[in-house]
């Protein structure tokens, strides 16, 4: 007997629960498999234990605002569909949204048979690409390097390093993939704009890498000039050894 195909994994957070346990029935009947979440204690709870498809969003949960949700989404997952789902109808917000990295913005009321057909189009196209599905996560450690995405701390040795924005990222998608050999054009489409990868001059990329990388080591390592954390890899790329 096969096996049955793995359901996608959708997760909606909705601080009214009757409109979330209707939305949650209507995506079960289409095929899905659902979390629900109605604030942003549990939402990153939830996003730290699953690997999902799809996230629906809801911007005001009881006072909270859900854009935080998806700032701390983006900032580890350029690609997982996020989609606000809000009584919310200026465009000033809306801009908002899609300038944190939503990927699709409903406003209610709605059709449901519209919503379904979003999140069906979202799906599909996230199965043609090479999707790594992670977990949103708050602590991130690897050897002696710990970084906290709450809180935009880096520590090595449990002591504080003061980093930059652009530092930080950097980091947390070092400390999330340790030992290997990261090239150029990955660093820059994970950590930068990976829309404007095939518009950029690849010495400029390579430039602007080396530039946050040189004033990353001055931070963390012993010895900058002879770097044991930060190894380059001559026209390739940088490993991140955390011991």
């Not at 859900?66 to 009584?87: C, D, F």
């Amino acid at each position: 007997m096969e096996d049955e195909e793995e359901k996608e994994l959708i997760l909606v957070i909705e601080d009214t629960a009757n409109f979330n346990d209707y939305i949650t029935q209507q995506l079960k009947k289409n095929g899905y498999d659902i979390v629900q979440c109605y604030g942003i204690e549990d939402a990153s709870i939830a996003l730290s234990n699953n690997y999902f498809s799809l996230v629906l969003l809801d911007l005001n949960l009881d006072g909270e605002d859900g854009m935080q949700i998806l700032k701390k989404i983006r900032l580890q997952n350029k690609v997982l569909p996020v989609m606000i789902v809000s009584s919310i109808q200026d465009e000033k917000t809306k801009v908002e949204g899609f300038a944190s990295g939503c990927d699709d913005f409903i406003t209610k009321p709605f059709y449901m048979e519209e919503l379904l057909q979003r999140i069906k189009r979202m799906i599909t196209r996230l199965s043609y690409m090479s999707y790594e599905k992670k977990a949103i996560k708050t602590i991130y450690s690897s050897g002696i390097f710990e970084i906290n995405t709450e809180s935009k701390t880096l520590t090595k040795n449990n002591i504080p390093i003061p980093v930059r924005k652009k530092q930080f990222d950097i980091m947390l998608y070092f400390i999330q993939h340790p030992n290997v050999v990261l090239s150029f054009s990955k660093l820059y489409s994970e950590i930068w704009d990976s829309n404007s990868l095939d518009n950029e001059d690849p010495i400029k990329i390579e430039s602007n890498i080396y530039v946050n990388i040189y004033s990353l080591r001055t931070l963390i390592e012993d010895d900058p000039k002879n770097p044991h954390h930060l190894v380059s890899f001559s026209r390739t790329g940088y490993m991140f050894i955390p011991n």
